[in-house]
Nanobody, 128 residues
Framework: QVQLVESGGGSVQAGGSLRLSCAAS????????MGWFRQAPGKEREGVAT????????YYADSVKGRFTISRDNAKNTVYLQMDSLKPEDTAMYYC?????????????????????WGQGTQVTVSS
């Protein structure tokens, strides 16, 4: 049974930082695509950043480029999202997700398609 367990969310003031972690178990972690998505109230879920666990290449939404960094620790089957220079518009529930098999087209476009496994979410709140 695949489990994705997120941690690291919380409340922070604008300009602050948070690091999210996603630990995967029961999952073929190597050479696959995992990522972080977020959903604010009344808005659609959007792909924030994804990463190919085999090579470490990351793909980012334009709204977070230069502020967020996705990384992975293959020894721990864990993906991280370092979030710096946070803005109030980053406030959302953040979800970790993983593809069943690696699909480059939906990994690099951060589409929710092909992401079959999801964590329970962790709330990030940024105050101005």
């Amino acid at each position: 049974q695949v489990q994705l367990v997120e941690s690291g969310g919380g409340s922070v003031q604008a300009g602050g930082s948070l690091r999210l972690s996603c630990a995967a178990s029961g999952y073929t972690y190597s050479s696959n695509c995992m990522g972080w998505f977020r959903q604010a109230p009344g808005k659609e879920r959007e792909g924030v950043a994804t990463i190919y666990t085999g090579g470490g290449t990351g793909y980012y939404a334009d709204s977070v480029k230069g502020r967020f960094t996705i990384s992975r620790d293959n020894a721990k089957n864990t993906v991280y999202l370092q979030m710096d220079s946070l803005k109030p518009e980053d406030t959302a529930m953040y979800y970790c997700a993983a593809q069943t098999v690696y699909r480059w087209t939906t990994c690099n476009t951060r589409s929710t398609v092909d992401f079959a496994y999801w964590g329970q979410g962790t709330q990030v709140t940024v105050s101005s």
